[in-house]
Each structure stands twice: as C-alpha cells, then as structure tokens.
C-alpha cells in the first residue's frame, strides 16, 4: 500500500472503527425482533398476558428505534469518512496527476481523479455495509445452532453455497468487469477531448466522423458491460433463489421440528429469521459485486499512480538560478520505444539566446520541454548553473523559468489570472500580482491589446482559453511567461501566430529579456528572430546536427550550399571511347 493512501486511511480509523463498533451493535439489534417472535409465542399466547404484550413491545420498539438510529449513524460517519479520505488525499493525487510526464502513463494519469471519486463512492454504499455485516454471519449461525442443530445445518449449507457463488461470480466477472473499465475510461477521455475541440470538429466537417467514432468505443463498453452483467446477473439471481428458498426451508424444518416437539412453536419463525439474516450479508455482496471490483480497480488504479510518483520530500533550497544551462547525452523515447532525442549535449552561458532550428519532427519541441521540465528525460542530465535539474524543487524552479510551448495552453479564468500564473489562488497580495501582470504584458506587447477588450484583464476565458484568437492567446502566453522576470525563458516558436507588426514586437521583447541578463532558449522558423540570436542549436533525426556562434554555423551552411554537386562519372556501358 502507498504511504500517501496508508495515511490518508490512518486519518479515517476513527471513522471506521466506530462504524465497525455500530455495525456491531445494530447486528445485535436485530435479535429483538427474533426475541419477540418467541416471547409471545412463549409467553404470552398461552398465558394471555397483555401486560407482557405491551411491555415486550415496547422494547421492540425502543430496540428497533436504537437499531435505526445506529444504522444512521453508521451510514453518516462513512459518509464523513469519504469526506475526509478527500481532504487528505485529493491534493496529492492532483498534485502527483499534474507533476507526471506526460510521455509515460498519461491516461492513469487523467483518470486518477475518476477512479478516486469511485473508491470514496463505495465507501459510502450498500457494499461496503454488507462487507461490515459479513463477520457476524458465523454468530447467526451459531443462534441458528441453539435453536436446533437441523436449523444450524441448514444456515451452514446455505451459507457455504452463497459464498461458492460469491466466487463463482467473482470468476465470472472480473476480467469482463475491468475490461469494461478500461473502455469506459478510454470512451469518456476521447469525448471530452472531442468536446474540447468541438469549433474545429464543426469547421472541418468532422462531427458525423467524430459521432460514429464515439458510438463505435459506446458499443464496444455497452457490450463488455452488458457481458459482465448478464453473467453477474444469473449468479445473483440464483444467490437471491437460494436464500428465499433457504428461508422457507427453515420455516418448514422448523414446523417438523415444531410438530415432533423438539422447538417451541414461535422458533418456527425465529429459524426462518435467523437464517435470512445468517445468508442476507453475502447476498448483499453478490448483488453489489461490480460495485466491489470497480472499487478494487481503482484502488490498484491510484497504488499504481502515486507507487511511480517521486517520494515528496524537502529539498534544500537553492539560490535563483543566473541562467547557465548544461545539457549532458540527454535520451527521450516516446511511449512505444521509439526514439526522440538521442545523445543531446550542449552549453549555453547566461545571458545568450540561442535559437533551437531544423525539420519538423526533428525532437525541437521535445527538447525545450524537457529543459522546461514538462517532461522527465529518459537517460542523462540537465544542468542549471550546475545543479542537477532533479535537485531543484520542481516548484521553486518554475518561478524562475518563463515557459512557452507551442500551443498557448491557456485555462478557465480571467486573462490577468493567466498571466499572473493563477498566483492569486495561492493567497499572495492581489496587488502586487496586479503590479507584476501588467509589467509582464507591457514588456511582451500584450498591454495595449489586453486593454481593446471587453473585460481588459478581468475578461473571462474558457475552457483551454477559449476567447481569444491564436495570436492574443499567443500574447498572453508570452507575457505569462515572463511573469515576474524569469533567469530561462524557453519559447516554442513564440511568432507562430504573429503578423510582422507582432514580430518586430516580440523582438524588442526579447531585446529588453535579453538585457536584463536572460537566458533565452527559442524554437525558430522565420529569419526575422535572427539579430537577437547569438547561437544556433541544429536538431536533426533527434541528434545535434550543429552548434555554435550563429556567424560560424551560418558561414557552415552556406559553404555546403555553394559546394558544387560531384559530376557523377561515366558508366562503362556508356559507349565512350
């Protein structure tokens, strides 16, 4: 078991040990009725005696108030335990969810919070009441016994077949049951994505594509759940016979026992109770089995998540970084194997930008993600003036790293927030972000842009930040990036959405980063970002191509242009004398 989930459930043990102490008695509780059933079949049938009448049911009445008072209470404090299951853990998985690389184990990753709210969930229903029920099966039993040994054989048959198809319905439906799970989980992220990007869909024309496609993964998880549950379905319907059938077994053995004069007449319904309720617990577990497996899915689900986790421990605190950035055989393989960067070793000295250019797919993005730390190299080293990027606190180093990927990657709220990196949500002077956003997009050429729209910086942004057109989203990002003056600023092609207007912009902002003393690192396609560059990184195939002062591997590049093609020499068939 992870430590995170040992302690959050340590946190709940209050909680579950009262619920067990109330299971207890409400399962006590239910012998009253079974008292009174022979009490007045006993006592007060034959002797008439309606003072005994009253009295005996009176306290059935304050037994049976007891009893669902209890029952409440107990339903209430697992209810208050789901609750404080997620005080406890949901920022941990959260945490751990958004600190995972997203090359590796993304899906678990989105699914975390699913799973968890499916685990709480099942805390609080019928199953996990028929799982604390289930221990006071034997001592139903054992009542059945003291009534007579025949009522106790039969309880112990009854309750050995109801737990053999406990298991045979566990043999039939786990493995359908997970992969039912596994689909659902698949068709729910795929939606959401799709409704995600619904005004694409719409303007390419993709939305009968995109409704047969999501269809196609309902049928494929309607029919694993619909498998699933038509198995379950035989088995819990024959657990239901046997226990109904049991009953009235009881009631009839007890009517022979009754006849021969071996039990009192009111055992004959005391037999046919006990053993209702001696079978009634793991009857319960039967017909809330897929309940039990999912819960057990996402309980191995979220040990999985937070067991590949890194242990979150304090890390010493080390001073802002000037900007010297060392990358040594960095390795990046995607999810398949297949790899991304291979061998990647370079310097750059603080202060310099130096622009990261070649093909498309040649790992350009890879790369800046990594030295961003979106994501975790598979093999080799990245140093920030000469500490171990690993020895960072992940946190700590975002503040002073200005990260732009390639799509703006904007949230749900308004553009100030943005900008300010949602810092006003961790209870810092709102003031003070006030200062700190406008300063960044006045620097990255977003104040006056900000300033035309409808709501300014207040102005509210959708889902993905959606309200703005790709080049004020494009804007924003910078400026978000250069929140608070950043010693690293890594951007992916920052002018991908930019008119010339907003290249001559974007290049006066790195001007002013640049004379701060910030390390700029850009993804480049368009000359227009030269002047400011002082290194060019070449990316090929996933390798270092070339590297080095711009004039050099420029002066490298025109010198293979110019190099005449080898005139190829002719062949001996070719008939020349």
Known sequence: MNDAIRLALQACRRHFTTAIVFSALVNLLFIVPMLYMLQVYERVVPTRGHTSLYMLTLVLLIGLVTMAALDTLRSRLLVRAGVRLDAELARTILETTLGRPTQSGQRNALQAMREFDVLRQAMTGPAVLAVLDAPWVPVYVLIAFLISPWIGMLAVVGAVIVILLAIRNEQVTRSRLQ???????????????????????????????????????????????TEASLASSGVTATSKFVRQFLQSMALGVGALLAIDGKISPGAIFASMFIVGRALAPIDQMVGNWRSIIQARGAWNTLNGLLD?????????????????????????????????????????????????????????????RALAGALIPNHGLIRLDGADQ???????????????????????????????????????????????????????????????????????????????????????????????????????????????DGDQELLQCLHQAKARGTTIL????????????????????????????????????????????????PSPQSGVA
Request: aromatic fraction near 4%; charged fraction near 20%; avoid cysteine.
């Open 390 to 500: 690993r020895n960072w606190d992940p946190q700590r180093l975002a503040e002073h790293v200005g990260y732009m990927p390639q799509e703006p990657a904007l949230f749900r709220g308004t553009i100030k927030e943005n900008i300010a990196r949602f810092r006003n949500r961790m209870g810092e002077d709102p003031a003070q972000i006030d200062t700190d956003a406008i300063a960044s997009a006045q620097i990255a050429g977003a104040h006056e842009l900000i300033q035309r729209l409808p709501g300014g910086y207040d102005q509210q942004l959708g889902l993905n930040g959606r309200g703005l057109s790709a080049g004020q989203s494009q804007r924003v990002a910078l400026a978000r990036a250069l929140f608070r003056g950043p010693s690293i600023l890594i951007l992916d092609e920052p002018n991908s959405n930019l008119d010339a």
């Open 179 to 225: 992969e039912a799970n596994q689909a659902a989980g698949l068709a729910y992220s795929d939606f959401e994505s799709t409704v995600a990007s619904g005004d694409v869909v719409r303007a390419l024309g993709m939305r009968d594509a995109m409704v047969n496609s999501h269809l196609s993964q309902r049928s494929t998880m309607m029919r694993l759940q």
């Open 522 to 569: 850009l993804v480049a396609h368009r000359m227009s970002m030269m002047p400011i560059v002082d290194g060019l990184l070449i990316i090929q195939d996933g390798r270092v191509a070339a590297y080095g002062p711009k004039d050099e591997i420029l002066r490298q590049i025109n010198a293979k242009k110019s190099v005449p093609a080898p005139t190829p020499a």
């Open 308 to 368: 590949q986790s890194a242990p979150d421990i304090a890390m010493t605190q080390l001073p802002r970084p000037q900007g010297r950035i060392e990358v040594e055989g960095l390795h990046v393989t995607s999810e398949n194997g297949q790899p991304i960067l291979q061998n990647i070793s370079f310097s750059v000295k603080p202060g310099q930008v130096i622009a990261i250019v070649g093909p498309s797919g040649a790992g350009k993005s890879t790369l800046v």
